[in-house]
């Protein structure tokens, strides 16, 4: 019988709801997992174990007790949550060492959807702070790692969430993406990564997010693992059954006409050459896209030469609201500090100009993707970077960066543009997007460091994504 975690999180579920294996029986089993692997991958800021075995007892009694179709979808499923969300009992502490880390008093609106589904939260992983950044290092805690490599970063900013399901220390995890923030570190730990379209998954919203950027998604080994976190994510299509997500893996895509593309809108500001790994992905990605009966042909896309600073200034307006005691701002880090900064001085007609800009990016961008099915990319224009790399501050033997990070924001800021040029306008066209891992750089799946591709599909497009991605072997 294999380990419970070398099940895919479908099967794992199943084994769960049939009684199979205990609630308290996964937990524990994942648990030890995380205490055996974490202090090197740093994938966990908090390991919250007497609760989950509690909460993971009281789903055994649910399952004693009631019909098999009457359980949550998820039910007794282990899983964790960035440490961006609030989770009942536990500090929430945004990555920041600028902030008091107090106790949440109630679950967020993600947390109490998905333990309404019937999960086991086991604890909280690490993220940039105020999740700002495509890499997951910060002043409260160890960096995350990357499982196939430790001395690369695992991503940002679920990088946390995306190394413990990639180590098997989670089944699956549910993430938010705001600029990449699902896709980039799923591309980075050789995972399926699903960004949905805009307003799909209300429970992962932010208040604080004026261009409503940031939505919530799978992070999975698979597909038809995404699928079903899909499942519990997002209301059932109108006319179709609980479990839509999952039930139409078993369907053929139809043909598709694909537009395969590497223009980018942080080319004119910040000028970049994919790395050959990122072209061989991509190249990759065309071949199995062909061989399964697919059309691709290139796509020239012309995007809107003020993008960046548009999009820099959304993208930053909640940290310049963030409450910090002016005394804690010295405790920032250098990125953070200057954005802040630059966010106060801006005025709201600033803010106000940029989202404009921004919803006409939008509709000319969608526009332009309209004359395919769906727009091919590689998913990274970089292997994964290593742990303090974007900082200034990696050491050539992986360890942990030194508490006096490197000041250069705006290199900072320039080297994650130039590793996931890719990324942000998906969010800013509040279009579905995937990630699969369909290269390793030794040569075999496993092998070396992971490199994917990215599609980008209409609004509703997430299970037409989904079904792609299993159809191409993920």
Not at 440 to 468: C, D, F, H, N, Y
Request: with cysteine; charged share 20%; proline share 8%.
């Amino acid at each position: 019988m294999a380990e419970l975690h070398d099940l895919s999180a479908v099967a794992l579920r199943d084994s769960l709801r049939k009684g199979e294996v205990s609630s308290a029986e996964a937990a524990a089993h994942f648990l030890g997992r995380i205490e055996r692997h974490n202090p090197l991958l740093g994938a966990f800021v908090t390991v919250t174990a007497e609760q989950a075995m509690d909460t993971a007892r009281a789903a055994d009694t649910l399952r004693s007790s009631a019909p098999v179709d009457e359980l949550p979808l998820l039910h007794g499923m282990p899983l964790a949550f960035k440490d961006l969300t609030d989770v009942a009992g536990v500090a929430t502490s945004h990555g920041s060492a600028a902030l008091e880390h107090k106790p949440a008093v109630s679950d967020g609106p993600l947390v109490a959807h998905l333990r309404e589904a019937g999960v086991i939260c086991l604890g909280k992983t690490q993220v940039p702070e105020f999740g700002l950044t495509a890499y997951s290092e910060n002043r409260v805690a160890p960096p995350s790692r990357n499982p196939h490599a430790p001395s690369r970063s695992s991503g940002g900013s679920s990088g946390g969430s995306a190394a413990a399901v990639a180590a098997k220390l989670l089944p699956f995890a549910p993430g938010t993406d705001g600029g990449g923030s699902i896709r980039i570190p799923a591309a980075a730990c050789g995972l399926v990564g699903l960004k949905p379209g805009r307003g799909l998954v209300p429970a992962g919203e932010s208040l604080g997010d004026p261009a409503r950027l940031v939505v919530a998604g799978p992070l999975a080994r698979s597909a038809a693992d995404a699928a079903l976190m899909m499942d519990a994510l997002a209301p059932s299509p109108a006319g179709t059954r609980d479990g839509a997500y999952l039930a139409a893996m078993e369907q053929e895509p139809p043909r598709l006409r694909i537009g395969v593309t590497l223009d980018s809108p942080w080319s004119g500001t910040f000028p970049f050459t994919p790395d050959q790994e990122a072209l061989d992905a991509l190249r990759t990605g065309e071949e199995l896209l062909e061989h399964a009966g697919h059309t691709l042909s290139d796509a020239a896309i012309r995007y809107d030469n003020r993008y960046p600073d548009a999009f820099t200034t959304a993208w930053t307006a909640p940290v310049g609201a963030a409450r910090i005691s002016p005394h804690r701002e010295a405790l920032l880090a250098p990125l953070t500090r200057t954005f802040r900064r630059r966010a106060q001085q801006r005025s709201a007609a600033k803010l106000n100009e940029a989202l404009a800009l921004l919803r006409q990016f939008q509709r000319d961008t969608v526009t332009q993707y309209a004359q395919w099915d769906l727009m091919l990319m590689p998913a990274l224009a970089q292997t994964p970077r290593p742990v303090g790399w974007f900082t200034g501050t990696a050491h050539g033997d992986g360890r942990w960066p030194s508490a006096q990070w490197a000041g250069d924001a705006d290199g900072d800021y320039r080297k994650q543009c130039e590793f996931a040029p890719w990324s942000s306008m998906v969010n800013v066209c509040g279009l579905p997007a995937i990630t699969v891992p369909v290269h390793w750089t030794g040569g075999a799946p496993g092998q070396g460091l992971p490199m994917g591709i990215q599609l980008v599909g209409p609004k509703g497009s997430e299970g037409l994504l989904l079904r792609v991605a299993c159809q191409l072997g993920f």
